[in-house]
């Protein structure tokens, strides 16, 4: 009995493991691609795409109305909710970018991680064999050995720790795009094809952009105007003082709001502008030191070799150099990154991602 249940059970599970993997199906994605079928999933922007509809029905049937009782006030309104309802949509598509591209760039540098990480495993067990022959002909101490020993097992678990970084952000980027877990994804995104990824405006022009294609303004431009609406039709001789006095205060309220709003809007490119600075800064950082470590690993190598130096001095500059190039892949990442959110800030994302069509 216990054999024929046991069968059963590697039965099932050898037809659960062929359906898994006969299902299972592949991906490639370009970012705009990706960005496309994440913002098509998206439950957030779902409910304002709903939210929208709403609006434009209430508005159709402000205008079938408009037979039996005539108010173009009431007509405008319903009209300005309407475009309320639009800004309302696309912030919440900017927003929903936001985090998408975050994701994005989390599983490239997850990905990008585990091949400099696999170098250097290869790289530190050559040391380990190299140190372990000098051990033998006595030429240097047991804390040398012990000492390449480390730096090998701590390769070796920075690389499991990439993988599964990678897999978390596969996880997230199937869960954006609504896809099975058990599917199989890849980015193409190859920094060699980025000519396009670079500021080529002024941190003036970059203020008038924001200010021009702001989602938040444009909202808070038409939120303006329904509240003078709303004034108006309180000023009416239907209303009384007192709503006609709470309208005027809330028209106030709307223009003070639209110039926060603006006010924050040049705060956050500023702040996104000075990032980006940051990040090229960094990149150039990380190349002088990666070339100067590169120079020292030569020559103690050669010191090394000669005896002149311990396994474990070789060592410190060796993980120094992989720290650094770890690091550098990093910025660069943070770079394209920085660039991507300064474009949000602008309210002109898509300028920048046209670079995959040119």
Known sequence: MT??????????????????????????????????????????????????????????REKADQELRPSPLLLKKAETEVDIAERNLEITKDRVTKNLINDFFNYYRADNSI???????????????????????????????????????????????AVNDQQRAAFKLKQNLNLNFTDRIQIKFKENDLKGWELNKSQEELFKIALNKRIEIKETETNKELQKINYQIASADYSSKLEAEQAKNELENAKNKLELIKDRVKL??????????????????????????????????????????????LLETEVELYRNEINYSYAKIDYYLSLAELYLSTGDFEELVDYETK
Do not use: C, P
């Open 3 to 60: 054999k024929r249940i046991l069968f059963i059970f590697l039965t099932v599970t050898i037809l659960l493991a062929f359906t898994v993997s006969a299902t299972a199906a592949e991906y490639s994605f370009k970012l705009q691609q990706y960005l496309e079928m994440s913002l098509a999933e998206n439950r957030e922007v779902k409910e304002a795409e709903m939210n929208l509809e709403a609006k434009r029905i209430d508005l159709a």
């Open 115 to 161: 091949s400099i990480h696999q170098k250097y495993r290869e790289i530190l067990k050559e040391e380990l064999a190299n140190i372990k022959e000098k051990y033998k002909q006595g030429s240097i101490i047991k804390s040398d050995l012990m000492q390449a020993e480390v730096e090998l097992k701590t390769a070796e678990s920075n690389l499991k720790k």
């Open 268 to 313: 956050e490119v500023n702040n996104k502008y000075l990032d980006h600075q940051d990040s090229i800064a960094e990149i150039e950082r990380y190349e002088k030191v990666i070339k100067s470590l590169k120079e020292a690993l030569r020559v103690k190598k050669l010191y090394f070799e000669e005896d002149y130096i311990t396994g474990t001095e």
